[in-house]
């Protein structure tokens, strides 16, 4: 396929330009695999992107913890309609801010009570650290997973002493509700996390460096994480401030650590194994993972008209001439985006595209209709986002 070798020179300008400290890509489409990368992993020593560099893939996390929700409901462990309360008491007082402006201690009742599918969803009333809201002000000023020792669990309950910004299923708004998904998951599986994952998916998939935590020795690998400074248009280290995605710890090797939205460490290759998996259910080996009802509850959307279009609005966005929705023209699954119509994706994609991305800059999509999976990894919080919009255009300009 020869305009593919133009994908790495077309990204790589973005690299040259100072926007990334580098990248690295893979496609596989029609049992043909095709790759590229460039730059470094680390810009004041220059060490050069390996091809198995290891990336905090921040929220290409909620994709796997999702799948493993999707596992217990096939297995009859939960179910999409249970209260988040049967499993975890903590929220059995919960309550809601009276409407979007007030502030934090003016609360009503629960109306319904959030369920597993609300969390799937991100309907359940939760918000993040970074939104520009009461209640993700007050996640921050708790210091909500700033911490690298905390428990999933420990994170959990100081989560449920908040307010929900709204009643379960009256909005849709990005939120910290796949970690109390994951949580949900150790108390059902009576374990951790990680090893729930490491047995239902990991393992089965062949993803051996997909983890919570890397050994010492696998920390050279890690590509570093870098922030871009807009105003200087540069890349810093780190940019302090409230509410700012960095707050969160993401530590090498804290043998209790795990988040159901965030926090796993994965390759390039590792992760594609899982993106392929999503195309059929079944590991390269023909091991089933999820069924048929399960992928269709991932792809299809599921949420109500009246509440597009989706939109992620952080703490200090802009709404000026520069300013992108990346999710017009999508809805959502049971844990992943789903392109619903392409005229307002730039007229690029296909429909039933689905996927999601990280914060750093990380992203995938799986593509049934052209049998194609596509990652992009890199490491740069608060990025300019023309390294995916790049690759994504190439992909459905030339592939």
Same mark, same amino acid.
Not at 37 to 46: A, D, L, M, Q, T
Not at 219 to 246: C, H, W
Not at 360 to 380: C, G, P, R
């Given at each position: 396929?020869?305009?593919?070798?133009?994908?790495?020179?077309?990204? #790589?300008?973005?690299?040259?330009?100072?926007?990334?400290?580098?990248?690295?890509?893979?496609?596989?489409?029609?049992?043909?695999?095709?790759?590229?990368?460039?730059?470094?992993?680390?810009?004041?020593?220059?060490?050069?992107?390996l091809e198995n560099t290891i990336y905090r893939i921040w929220s290409m996390?909620?994709?796997?913890?999702?799948?493993?929700?999707?596992?217990?409901?096939?297995?009859?462990?939960?179910?999409?309609?249970?209260?988040?309360?049967?499993?975890?008491?903590?929220?059995?007082?919960?309550?809601?801010?009276?409407?979007?402006?007030?502030?934090?201690?003016?609360?009503?009742?629960?109306?319904?009570?959030?369920?597993?599918?609300?969390?799937?969803?991100?309907?359940?009333?939760?918000?993040?650290?970074?939104?520009?809201?009461?209640?993700?002000?007050?996640?921050?000023?708790?210091?909500?997973?700033?911490?690298?020792?905390?428990?999933?669990?420990?994170?959990?309950?100081?989560?449920?002493?908040?307010?929900?910004?709204?009643?379960?299923?009256?909005?849709?708004?990005?939120?910290?509700?796949?970690?109390?998904?994951?949580?949900?998951?150790?108390?059902?599986?009576?374990?951790?996390?990680?090893?729930?994952?490491?047995?239902?998916?990991?393992?089965?998939?062949?993803?051996?460096?997909?983890?919570?935590?890397?050994?010492?020795?696998?920390?050279?690998?890690?590509?570093?994480?870098?922030?871009?400074? #807009?105003?200087? #248009?540069?890349?810093?280290?780190?940019?302090?401030?409230?509410?700012?995605?960095?707050?969160?710890?993401?530590?090498?090797?804290?043998?209790?650590?795990?988040?159901?939205?965030?926090?796993?460490?994965?390759?390039?290759?590792?992760?594609?194994?899982?993106?392929?998996?999503?195309?059929?259910?079944?590991?390269?080996?023909?091991?089933?993972?999820?069924?048929?009802?399960?992928?269709?509850?991932?792809?299809?959307?599921?949420?109500?008209?009246?509440?597009?279009?989706?939109?992620?609005?952080?703490?200090?966005?802009?709404?000026?001439?520069?300013?992108?929705?990346?999710?017009?023209?999508?809805?959502?699954?049971?844990?992943?985006?789903?392109?619903?119509?392409?005229?307002?994706?730039?007229?690029?994609?296909?429909?039933?595209?689905?996927?999601?991305?990280?914060?750093?800059?990380?992203?995938?999509?799986?593509?049934?209709?052209?049998?194609?999976?596509?990652?992009?990894?890199?490491?740069?919080?608060?990025?300019?986002?023309?390294?995916?919009?790049?690759?994504?255009?190439?992909?459905?300009?030339?592939?």
């Amino acid at each position: 396929m020869q305009e593919i070798k133009e994908l790495n020179n077309l990204l #790589s300008k973005l690299v040259d330009q100072g926007l990334y400290p580098g990248f690295q890509w893979q496609i596989n489409i029609k049992n043909e695999l095709f790759a590229g990368k460039y730059g470094f992993k680390n810009i004041e020593n220059k060490d050069p992107i390996l091809e198995n560099t290891i990336y905090r893939i921040w929220s290409m996390t909620k994709p796997v913890v999702a799948v493993a929700a999707l596992q217990f409901i096939q297995q009859d462990k939960i179910s999409l309609d249970d209260p988040i309360s049967k499993y975890l008491t903590e929220f059995s007082n919960l309550k809601v801010l009276k409407n979007n402006n007030s502030p934090i201690y003016e609360v009503t009742d629960l109306e319904i009570e959030p369920t597993i599918q609300h969390l799937l969803l991100h309907t359940a009333g939760f918000s993040y650290n970074f939104l520009g809201d009461t209640v993700a002000k007050k996640y921050d000023d708790i210091k909500l997973f700033h911490s690298g020792v905390t428990t999933l669990e420990e994170e959990i309950k100081n989560l449920a002493e908040v307010p929900l910004l709204f009643q379960p299923g009256e909005r849709w708004v990005y939120s910290v509700s796949m970690d109390v998904l994951g949580r949900i998951l150790e108390v059902v599986g009576n374990d951790s996390l990680q090893n729930i994952l490491q047995e239902n998916i990991f393992n089965p998939l062949e993803m051996y460096e997909t983890a919570f935590s890397i050994s010492d020795k696998a920390e050279a690998r890690v590509m570093s994480t870098y922030e871009f400074d #807009s105003i200087k #248009s540069e890349l810093k280290n780190e940019i302090l401030g409230p509410q700012k995605i960095r707050n969160y710890q993401y530590p090498f090797n804290e043998i209790n650590y795990a988040r159901g939205g965030h926090g796993l460490f994965s390759t390039i290759s590792d992760y594609a194994k899982f993106a392929e998996m999503l195309r059929t259910g079944k590991s390269k080996k023909g091991k089933t993972l999820v069924d048929s009802n399960s992928l269709s509850l991932m792809t299809k959307n599921a949420i109500d008209s009246h509440l597009f279009p989706l939109e992620i609005l952080t703490f200090g966005t802009i709404k000026d001439d520069k300013y992108v929705n990346d999710l017009e023209g999508y809805g959502w699954g049971h844990g992943f985006r789903t392109l619903m119509d392409p005229l307002k994706n730039s007229k690029l994609g296909s429909i039933g595209e689905f996927g999601w991305a990280g914060a750093a800059a990380t992203y995938f999509l799986v593509d049934n209709s052209k049998e194609m999976t596509a990652i992009l990894m890199t490491q740069v919080l608060d990025a300019e986002d023309d390294l995916k919009r790049n690759f994504y255009k190439f992909i459905y300009s030339n592939l």
